[in-house]
């Protein structure tokens, strides 16, 4: 199963770098076949330039650009339009969505007895971490 990531950013050169690589090195790590869409949602600073640099490394990124409307909702559709993977996982350019919890719920999607898997920090009961039992 083929795991698309949409990552949304807009003006997120500063952090871009870090937070695509993480992801990439969790998801290779675990053999997970994947693909990383970063929608640039109209950034002002060097956000492409620096996601162009970043795919002379790694294959499996893919940089959009939405021209517009901007906005965070109009980013993730405009990734959910582009992806090619089986599942997707929407994680923010910040860095703020750890890695090992997107492998994680990878996971247990590929179970196969559920059709969503969803993670909130407000709900309690996932070991410590924030995260709801599944």
């Known amino acids: ?5 949409v ?3 807009r003006d997120e050169a500063g ?8 992801l990439h090195e969790t998801l290779a790590g675990a053999r997970v076949p994947h693909e990383i869409l970063v929608v640039d949602d109209g950034s002002r600073d060097v956000t492409g330039s620096v ?6 490394d790694i294959a499996e990124l893919r940089s959009i650009e939405n021209p517009g409307p901007n906005g965070f909702g ?7 339009e582009h992806h090619t993977g089986d599942a997707v996982a929407v ?28 993670g909130s920090r407000f709900i309690a009961g996932g070991g410590g971490t924030g995260l709801p039992q599944i």
């Open 1 to 5: 199963m083929k795991l698309s990531v």
């Open 7 to 9: 990552i949304p950013a």
């Open 15 to 22: 952090s871009i770098s870090s937070t695509v690589r993480a």
């Open 51 to 56: 996601l162009n640099r970043l795919a002379a």
């Open 74 to 80: 109009f980013a993730v559709r405009k990734g959910l």
């Open 91 to 118: 994680v923010m350019a910040d860095g703020s969505d750890l890695p090992e919890d997107v492998l994680r719920f990878y996971r247990r999607l590929a179970v196969g007895d559920v059709d969503c898997v969803f």
